[in-house]
């Protein structure tokens, strides 16, 4: 599952399970120990409010930061919070065992477990891509003068290749490694209107981090040169 749509949807649980402990912390309760009389009642149900808060809390964290934090912060915090919500869920199990509970409480097994589920799944899958919503790919925009040669779920290797005087379109790279397999003068483009012009030699490897930007072939000869750009940082 996509980190943001996890996190989006276990903030949205918790805060949802967090007031439905605060609205009718009583029934909640009797749901799960029965029947609770005189003040054990409210401290009970103090108890369970007090819980209910700490769920809406968690919940507001996952909710506001799913489109604050990288992904790789998400993701870390997708699975402390699902390391946590293990922990509640173990000491629900626990609390039976030691009788302080006639019954295992199915509603609150099914959905902590189901958090617990989507944390890991989401936050242990697949690698990171360093490529956002906005990655504008240059193999995807500009496929005459980019072509993927190689691609696994750490590294895509592409070819480049330039006619004299040709020149692409606005694109992204990530962070990478660049060789280049002849000489060439190059002309590079930026959204905010800058230009720098750039000569490399053959056999050139250098370390490219990533980039939008619109390249020009300003050399009398064909620029070509392959680039690796990584997924995962």
Avoid: C
Wanted: charged share 20%; glycine share 8%.
């Amino acid at each position: 599952m996509e980190i943001k749509l996890a996190m989006f949807i276990m903030g949205s649980v918790l805060i949802i399970v967090g007031i439905v402990k605060n609205v009718i912390p009583v029934k909640f309760n009797e749901g799960i120990f029965g029947k609770i009389e005189g003040e054990a009642e409210n401290f009970a149900a103090a108890m369970r409010t007090n819980i209910g808060s700490i769920l809406i809390g968690v919940g507001v964290i996952l909710f506001l930061n799913r489109n604050v934090l990288d992904a790789h912060e998400s993701k870390a915090l997708v699975f402390s919070v699902g390391v946590a919500l293990s922990i509640f869920l173990l000491s629900i199990i626990i609390a039976y065992f030691r009788k302080f509970t006639k019954d295992i409480p199915i509603p609150p097994l099914v959905i902590l477990g189901s958090l617990v589920v989507i944390a890991f799944t989401s936050s242990l899958g697949s690698k990171v891509s360093n490529m956002d919503a906005n990655f504008i790919d240059a193999t995807d925009v500009d496929p005459k003068h980019y072509k993927v040669e190689f691609e696994n779920d750490y590294v895509r290797v592409i070819r480049i290749k330039y006619g004299p005087g040709e020149k692409s379109v606005m694109h992204d790279h990530s962070d990478g490694v660049v060789v280049f397999l002849n000489d060439q003068e190059a002309k590079f483009n930026f959204p905010n209107g800058e230009t720098v012009n750039a000569s490399s030699k053959a056999g050139q490897v250098m370390w490219a981090p990533s980039v939008k930007h619109l390249p020009e072939n300003i050399g009398d000869g064909t620029l070509e040169l392959i680039q690796v750009e990584l997924k995962t940082e």
